[in-house]
């Protein structure tokens, strides 16, 4: 089963002469607990296309469908909504809110849906993530390892349909860097979590099932790993 399907996506920036293709025609579908890496050089369009798979932009044309939901279909209020509830997203710089404990960070999404916390699955992420110790801590109180372990479990606490991670061991040292590496495929094969890694470390995208090559806003390459 596909849980993500991408179809003829484009994305140009600008008007008339300025403009600027940063996504053109793409399409390829992901299947539901497929661990896929996509890769390219800077400006190739890569990070265009986490955001555009995220919901956090809007493409010029085309199509990106999340289990089976068309996301550019809704308004800003559902979008909004199901990507709290249907995406994870983890960044390279963490986007922890300072004020905000380890615990108040990671089931942020889940309060503002108004949602109970589920405390076995909550108990469950922390003791995987190692922080249980840390609840009560702020971000700035934590190494970068640590804060990008909360960032997982803030994107998996809603057990999201897909979970995107853009440059995830961008920010931390190579020992830090395996250790997540080591977690995110653990939910990947543990709890069938989909994953989408955009990445431009080759060592990562080798321990992919699957890598997607962009360049120059196209998929130059699609191979099946393992």
């Known amino acids: 089963m596909n849980i993500v399907e991408v179809k003829n996506l484009s994305k140009v920036y ?5 403009a600027v293709k940063a996504l053109d025609d793409v399409s390829f579908s992901v299947k539901k607990g497929e661990f896929v890496c996509i890769i390219g050089p800077s400006g190739s369009g890569k990070s265009t296309l986490l955001h555009l798979l995220g919901g956090v932009d809007r493409p010029t044309s085309g199509k990106v469908l999340i289990d089976q939901t068309d996301i550019y279909d809704l308004n800003e209020t559902q979008l ?7 995406i994870g997203l983890i960044y ?16 942020l999404p889940m309060l503002l849906d108004e949602q109970k916390v589920d405390s076995n699955q909550f108990n469950k992420i922390v003791t995987i993530l190692g922080l249980n110790d840390r609840l009560s ?7 970068g390892g640590q804060q990008q372990r909360v960032s ?3 994107a998996l606490i809603s057990n999201p ?4 991670a853009d440059e995830p061991t961008g920010n931390l040292d190579s020992k830090n860097s395996e250790e997540i590496m080591e977690l995110l495929k653990l939910f990947n094969k543990t709890y069938n979590q989909t994953l989408i890694v955009i990445t431009h470390d080759e060592r990562i995208a080798l321990q992919a ?4 090559s962009i360049e120059d806003g ?5 191979e099946v790993i393992r």
């Open 14 to 18: 600008g008007k008339g002469e300025t």
């Open 80 to 86: 909004a909504i199901f990507r709290r509830r249907q």
């Open 92 to 107: 390279q710089f963490y986007n922890l809110i300072p004020i905000l404990t380890v615990e108040e960070n990671m089931t």
């Open 137 to 143: 801590h702020l971000p700035n109180q934590l190494s």
């Open 152 to 154: 997982i479990g803030r």
């Open 161 to 164: 349909a897909i979970m995107l």
């Open 209 to 212: 099932d699957r890598i997607i």
């Open 218 to 222: 196209k998929v130059a390459k699609d």
